[in-house]
């Protein structure tokens, strides 16, 4: 098997690419997410001199900071809406709405930004560390936009974030973006999320107990997959973990900070809810 797989370059002059996205709307174009901010576009296998989309001003990227997550919206040949994520100067994750500029499809229009507006008000999500920020955003099978969040940082997770039921820290999210331009949050909540309805649970929350899901995917249907949602939650020093989601599987607990992999870690306080899933 391992002779059947050969390397080629692709391209290259880049700086610190993080993620590599299918243009929906043309086979020949795909996006580089560069960890500085900038969005460079590969357009026939060659490079263009102009980004997509240059978010350099206001990306903080240092250490695990940066531009962290790229989405194209489902429909993005007719509404060409994009999303990112970022870690700006004051040590905030955000996420944004472009719209793909007028007059040239190969660039975003920086003018269209639009950062969502989450629980508690604030068009960011406040982070107490420097690390752990997750940042990787996938529409699913559904339609839906998922975006991993990291625990907030340092390590073991001191504040217990992944398992409380009022921050978004440390969670698995899934929320519906296909609102109109003049939605105040820029996403509502699918009627379907677990734990909708449930006293004291943010609606937004699809799944507890995540460290840091840096890369994660989903089994496509499109090319023949189950739907399964397969999240790599990069540990803390002896285990790794990768967890696997049956599709439609939402509201699980993964365990962090008081599992990890198949393993106790820190259990002084207790989950929000059991079972947790290894």
Known sequence: AAAQL???????????????????????VQMVVQHDGRIRVLKGGVLQTTDYLDLRSVVQDAGEQGLLGFAFAPDYATSGRVYVLFVDFSNREVVSRFVRSSTNPLRADAATRFDFLWPGGQRYIAHPFANHWGGNMVFGPDGYLYIGLGDGGSGDDPMHNAQNPQLLLGKMIRIDVSVPASDIEGYDI????????????LGEIWSFGLRNPWRWSFDNPRHGGTGALVIADVGQNAWEEVD????GRGGRN???????????NVTSLPPISLPLTD
Do not use: C, K, M
């Open 254 to 264: 993964y365990g962090w900070r008081n599992r990890e992999g198949a393993h106790n």
């Open 244 to 247: 696997y989601e049956p599709a």
């Open 190 to 201: 699918p009627a379907t999320n677990p734990f909708v309805g449930l006293p004291g649970v």
């Open 6 to 28: 050969i390397a080629q370059p692709v391209v290259s002059g880049l700086t610190q690419p993080v993620a590599f996205v299918q243009d929906p709307s043309d086979s020949t």
